[in-house]
């Protein structure tokens, strides 16, 4: 069988001369820095083509279909982000609703926007113990799908970002009892279906659509996704047609064969591989789990909308020590030259991949436990933790009132406001943390004033806040206020 990074390979050691884009040539000497240019080609002869794959990449792409037992798989090389669009696009009609779990991805809200859907909000339970996200209730989705006959698909996203996994199997059953697709942003899930250590992959549980980022957690380069078609509620035609629209139609070579190198890697190699990996990753679970200040979170399952949990993310909850999970983030880089995946403000996330080394493992247990050991000896000696404004559980999930469609409001006149005189206005941007990409809020929703304290906790923090055009965070683009008419004003002076 003819491999797509092989052939590459092969093709980057012969003598033909590039009389074709890139503009090159495959030359090193046209560049400054080191790239795999002899390897980075366009759509030339005996290559194929992903817009239109006949041969090569259709093979390709269905070796992926074979390992992970689906009914087709769609290369994606810009990432989930494509996935996720080509796959709401497909399976919702223009204008049409879309039941959406409200701890989704940015580019979940961006299709909403593109395609001028009507979200309805489905809210993930808050686990208050480990302060993140819990799963997605199914009796929470049977609710919100007797309650609007019109909606075309229900989006969750599991595992989150930091390892919740929501009883998938049960929440495709409902869905498909009221005749809709199921939809699994599994981009951190990539893994699942490779160990029965992890939870079992959403393509196995009677999700529709699966979307995997196989750059995150499997080894493959940056941008590397793919969209899984499990079953036939969602018409492949439109599936392809998406996919060629939110794609480049000059997708790259080098990401493709990386994507075809791992489906080979995991085929040949992947168990013994795996198998070692989840030896020393539960090793050091175990070791972790020790930790008194600094904690290694493992959410009981059955609590929260817990269905399972992905032990792969190493979350470090700071809420037993006097830091936070900004202030751990920032030592552990200092102090350990050790770079974590995220921070937030309780805890710092780890995520750990069968491409990790033993000696990693070992300097992040020695890291964890010198802290865990300061922390151990400053509250032994009385030391305060500093007065700082906290968030609470109830204001992790407030709900927002939509005022307007998002394209609306995104396309309205549009003015900006300082932050703090913004209450009662509706935003025309997006607030969100980055990473994960959640939204705080969304264009169309009316500002609040527990939006705005959030804010400035998060900012307090030290947090990554993006979205907003005013990159200082101080003021927020909000819809610009209509005139009142003639006759609103007169029942306003005579009641």
């Excluded at 009389?19 to 560049?31: A, E, I, L, T």
């Excluded at 399976?91 to 961006?110: E, T």
């Excluded at 996994?165 to 490779?194: T, W």
């Excluded at 493992?361 to 007065?387: H, N, S, T, V, Y």
């Amino acid at each position: 069988m003819e491999r797509l990074y092989r052939k590459l390979e092969e093709y980057s050691r012969s003598d033909y001369y590039p009389f074709h884009m890139p503009g090159h040539k495959r030359n090193p000497v046209s560049v400054r820095g080191e790239f795999p240019l002899e390897r980075d080609i366009t759509e030339i002869e005996g290559f194929d083509n992903l817009h239109h794959p006949e041969d090569l990449l259709l093979e390709a792409q269905q070796n992926v279909a074979k390992l992970y037992g689906t009914r087709e798989s769609f290369y994606s090389v810009n990432g989930s982000t494509a996935a996720l669009l080509a796959a709401i696009s497909a399976a919702v009609q223009r204008n049409g609703q879309i039941l959406v779990a409200r701890n989704c991805h940015k580019a979940v809200y961006h299709a909403i926007y593109l395609r001028n859907l009507k979200p309805a909000y489905i809210y993930p339970q808050m686990d208050s113990e480990w302060w993140i996200n819990g799963g997605i209730f199914p009796d929470k989705v049977e609710r919100c799908l007797a309650e609007n006959p019109e909606i075309q698909a229900v989006l969750i996203t599991s595992p989150t970002y930091d390892g919740v996994v929501s009883d998938v199997k049960e929440i495709a059953e409902i869905a498909h009892k009221y005749g809709v697709p199921l939809i699994v942003d599994e981009a951190h899930g990539a893994h699942f279906h490779f160990s029965n250590y992890f939870p079992a992959s959403a393509a196995e549980l009677g999700a529709d659509l699966v979307i995997q980022s196989f750059h995150k957690t499997l080894p493959a380069m940056t941008q590397t996704a793919v969209l899984h078609n499990c079953s036939d509620r969602v018409d492949s035609r439109l599936l392809r047609r998406f996919m060629g629209i939110y794609q480049t139609s000059s997708p790259s070579y080098i990401l493709m064969a990386s994507i075809d190198a791992c489906m080979d890697t995991m085929a040949a190699e992947g168990k013994q591989m795996f198998r070692d990996f989840t030896r020393i990753l539960e090793q050091t679970r175990k070791r972790l789990s020790v930790c008194k200040y600094i904690r290694l979170v493992d959410p009981v399952k059955g609590k929260n909308g817990v269905f399972d949990y992905d032990r792969s993310k190493l979350v470090f909850s700071t809420r037993a020590s006097l830091l936070s999970g900004s202030d751990l983030y920032h030592i552990l880089l200092d102090r350990y030259h050790i770079q974590m995946e995220m921070e937030s403000e309780n805890y710092a996330l780890a995520i750990a991949a069968v491409g990790d080394r033993e000696e990693g493992f070992e300097r992040l247990c020695q890291a964890i436990e010198e802290l865990d050991q300061e922390q151990a000896d400053l509250i032994k000696a009385g030391i305060p933790a500093e007065e700082n404004k906290k968030l609470d559980t109830r204001s992790m999930h407030f709900v927002l009132t939509q005022m307007m469609s998002m394209a609306d409001a995104m396309e309205a006149p549009t003015e900006k406001c300082p932050l703090e005189e913004s209450i009662g206005r509706i935003s025309a941007e997006f607030a969100y943390l980055y990473p994960p990409g959640i939204p705080l809020i969304t264009p169309g929703e009316q500002i609040t004033g527990q939006f705005i304290r959030n804010m400035r906790i998060y900012m307090d923090k030290g947090l990554y806040l993006q979205g907003l055009e005013d990159y200082t965070n101080k003021t927020i683009l909000v819809v610009e206020q209509q005139p009142q008419s003639t006759k609103e004003q007169d029942e306003e002076i005579h009641g």
